[in-house]
């Protein structure tokens, strides 16, 4: 079974920094593009982030572009979220999910970010 | 920009009533469009893949149809365990695989 187990959530205020990973098991890591996808309190899905099964090629939603950057490291199947220049409509849940042949199959629990001063 | 809209918004509904949710999109997805179902708290659910496949483990209540613009999701008879928020996710554009704005099915 397919487990995604995203840390590093927390409170930070404006401009400040923090780093998502998310563990992944039960799967060839090195075999999937992953994502990030992040929803606001009481608002709908928003598609964050990717980066293709090699980390070769990243791709970003133009609401983050410049300040957030996705990596992973395979050797330790473990996704990242590194997150600038944080602002107060950063606030969401960011869910790490695995992509599979054009769908998003697995999903981890979240990890909860708020920005506020 | 691809826009994509889900309708309606919110939908009120009762056991046993058969209910379809539509997805339109600004641009020609060909198949490349999935459904999820998101309960509150927890992560959403992949219900159909690629316009029309269910995935495995998701009730036949469920079925997707449409190509090109215009994609519809259906449940055939509700149970109570449906009642939940449903999201479009187009999957055309490599990797970028952006949202419909959810449709939040009620009592």
């Known amino acids: 079974e397919v487990q995604l187990l995203e840390s590093g959530g927390g409170l930070v205020q404006p401009g400040g920094s923090l780093r998502l990973s998310c563990a992944a098991s039960g799967l060839t890591f090195s075999n999937y593009a992953m994502s990030w996808v992040r929803q606001a309190p009481g608002k709908g899905l928003e598609w964050v982030s990717a980066?293709?099964?090699?980390?070769?090629?990243?791709y970003y939603a133009d609401s983050v572009k410049g300040r957030f950057t996705i990596s992973r490291d395979n050797s330790k199947n473990t996704l990242y979220l590194q997150m600038n220049n944080l602002r107060v409509d950063d606030t969401a849940v960011y869910y790490c999910?695995?992509?599979?042949?054009?769908?998003?199959?697995?999903w981890g629990q979240g990890t909860l970010v708020t920005v506020s001063s | 920009d691809l826009q994509m809209t889900q309708s309606p918004s919110s939908l009120s509904a009762s056991v046993g009533d058969r209910v379809t949710i539509t997805c339109r999109t600004s641009q020609s997805m060909s198949t490349y469009l999935n459904w999820y179902q998101q309960k509150p708290g927890k992560a959403p659910k992949l219900l159909i893949y690629?316009?029309?496949f269910l995935q495995s483990g998701v009730s036949s209540r469920f079925s997707g149809s449409g190509s090109g613009t215009d994609f519809t999701l259906t449940i055939s008879s509700l149970q109570p365990e449906d009642f939940a928020t449903y999201y479009c996710?187009?999957?055309?554009?490599?990797?970028?695989?952006?949202f419909g704005q959810g449709t939040k099915l009620e009592i």
């Open positions: 999910a695995k992509e599979e042949f054009s769908k998003t199959d697995s």
């Open positions: 996710q187009q999957s055309y554009s490599t990797l970028m695989y952006t």
């Open positions: 690629a316009a029309s």
């Open positions: 980066i293709t099964y090699n980390g070769g090629t990243t």
